[in-house]
């Protein structure tokens, strides 16, 4: 694959170096440190003048440092007189910051900080954006570049199939009303039923009330939701 190069951030080295493998490609020379009142560095090691780029950084772990990285990674990339920069971004860092919320006495002055990364990534001199199950679709919407969003449901239906015996009759279940898009669809293609969890918060983080939508009675109940914060939801849904 000439004009290639692939670089990893320090987030997920491990499957930085496995799709590298899948490729048959090495990965591309690169420093990550920081000095000592904590800014990051980055030393691109090798020339990538015409080279189309490809970054893998994901927005987990330390997210505001691991994003900074990517950041200047793309920066760095771009005034080397790269062809394209394309940011692989399994986790969108931000991505539930999508909206103002509906309620509440604040709520006009609440930030949407996903589309402050888009606007950071374009900036920066990202050509191209490759994420996975973003929390809202509509983030796409945010970029003036194109965006990959790929879903991670053929996988979820393999796991399933393999690793629960009685996966016919089982029910897959959302544990709030915002993923129920989510689960009909896995629900479709398995040839089951669905249910859902509606849930009421009094503050971030916490769940006042949940109510369960849908009947369980008998069969093995399959949670799926897209991201775990505390995992204080998806304890609650299970009891419920």
Excluded at 73 to 99: E, G, H, L, W
Excluded at 204 to 222: F, H, P, W
Aim: aromatic share 4%; hydrophobic share 40%.
């Amino acid at each position: 694959m000439p004009n290639i190069v692939l670089f990893s951030g320090s987030s997920h080295h491990d499957l930085s170096q496995r799709v590298a493998d899948r490729l048959g490609l090495e990965l591309g020379k690169v420093v990550t440190k920081k000095f000592s009142n904590q800014e990051t560095s980055v030393e691109i090691g090798e020339s990538v003048r015409g080279e189309d780029v490809y970054i893998i950084q994901s927005g987990c772990g330390e997210i505001n440092d691991n994003l900074m990285e990517l950041l200047i990674m793309i920066n760095a990339c771009k005034i080397a007189s790269s062809s394209r920069v394309t940011a692989v971004i399994p986790c969108f860092p931000y991505a539930r910051q999508d909206k103002k919320d509906k309620v509440g006495k604040n709520c006009s002055r609440a930030p949407i900080s996903a589309k402050l990364v888009a606007n950071m990534l374009s900036v920066a001199g990202a050509d191209h954006i490759i994420t996975m199950d973003l929390h809202a679709s509509q983030i796409q919407g945010f970029f003036d570049i194109p965006v990959d969003n790929l879903y991670a449901e053929p996988a979820v239906l393999q796991w399933i199939k393999e690793n629960i015996p009685e996966w016919r009759n089982c029910i897959i279940v959302s544990p709030d009303a915002g993923g129920a898009k989510r689960v009909t669809s896995i629900a479709d293609r398995l040839n089951v039923e669905f249910a859902l969890i509606h849930k009421e918060r009094k503050k971030a983080n916490e769940v006042d009330r949940m109510v369960l939508v849908g009947d369980v009675k008998d069969r093995v109940a399959i949670l799926v939701d897209d991201m775990a914060d505390t995992c204080g939801t998806i304890c609650h849904a299970a009891d419920k």
